[in-house]
């Protein structure tokens, strides 16, 4: 059996991988992208392409529904964050498509997308969480901590207050954030990928990251540690988890502790599948009760690189 898959937001570097993995994917027959911006190089990856209005438009409804039809879509992959959100706090959009979408569970995603209830999550499970509030009930900080976004994605809305002068500032023009505890051994830093399937069998990869401008990352080293990976698949059962997410963590004296869960295909999903981490493939065999293909886990000290690559039309 082969399907024709439809990649919305397929235009930035997750949707260009996801393409990229795709076209090598024997199940998959016709591949479809659509973006807000043709500005991008998803016509040199994609079998077609079309431009579309964002998700925020009342327009977008309508053109998705028109290239389902057109190219009789089997499946939808959404790749940028505001769709991902959107779908998330409009539950019946995806009945009104009238075709599958693949995404993580409900629960992972309104969790994941909230960070205070990522929080609030861990607490409640009984798992190692920062210290966390909402950024305008702070009243006497401990310095230094970290403000970001509540709802945001990225390290670009995120802001180190060390001292009073700096707090006064970002409370005048940070509404909305939540305040953070600054943890310890920034070189400690761990990207996790985490994937569930239908029958509970759980598949993780741990590397320790560098980010890049803009909070990508740049270069990375598989690592193995047993305090992650039992953590790991206590979140991946305590989350109910299906599908694939991205854990952000960071390894310090009190051992591993969670600061972010990214309920999506992370912006590595290319170098994981490329170390044998196949997340979106075994999320499509899953979802089509497909034999999921079986993992070979890299070696310990597997390295990647971020690069880049250029299109001339």
């Not at 570097?13 to 024997?26: A, P, R, V, W, Y």
């Not at 707090?167 to 990207?191: P, R, V």
């Amino acid at each position: 059996m082969k399907y024709k898959i439809l990649v919305t937001g397929c235009g930035g570097d997750i949707g260009q991988s996801i393409g990229k993995i795709l076209k090598e994917f024997t199940a998959c027959e016709l591949l479809v992208g659509c973006d807000m911006s043709d500005q991008n190089p998803a016509s040199f990856i994609y079998d077609h392409f079309q431009k579309v209005q964002a998700i925020s438009s009342p327009e977008y409804l309508s053109e998705i529904k028109a290239i389902i039809s057109k190219y009789s879509i089997d499946l939808i992959i959404p790749v940028s964050e505001p769709e991902l959100r959107f779908y998330t706090q409009n539950k019946s959009l995806q009945l009104q498509l009238n075709c599958p979408v693949l995404m993580a569970n409900l629960e992972a995603r309104e969790i994941g997308f909230d960070k205070l209830a990522t929080v609030n999550f861990l607490k409640k499970e009984g798992l190692p969480y920062p210290k966390t509030e909402i950024f305008e009930e702070v009243e006497n900080p401990t310095y230094p901590f970290l403000i970001k976004s509540r709802f945001g994605s990225g390290s670009k809305a995120l802001f180190i207050v060390k001292n009073e002068k700096q707090f006064n500032f970002y409370k005048e023009m940070c509404s909305g954030f939540i305040a953070q505890e600054l943890l310890e051994n920034d070189d400690e830093e761990y990207t996790c990928g985490l994937f569930r399937d239908k029958t509970g069998n759980t598949k993780y990869l741990i590397y320790r990251r560098t980010l890049m401008d803009g909070g990508h990352s740049g270069f990375g080293e598989v690592v193995e540690n047993e305090d992650i990976s039992k953590l790991l698949k206590e979140i991946a059962v305590k989350i109910n988890l299906l599908g694939s997410i991205n854990i952000q963590l960071r390894l310090t004296s009190k051992g591993p502790i969670v600061f972010e869960i990214n309920p999506r295909f992370s912006s590595t999903v290319m170098f994981r599948h490329i170390m044998g981490y196949q997340d979106l493939i075994w999320s499509i065999e899953d979802y089509f009760e497909l034999p999921i293909s079986t993992y070979i886990a890299p070696k310990i000290g597997t390295k990647f690189y971020k690069g880049f690559f250029e299109y001339v039309k």
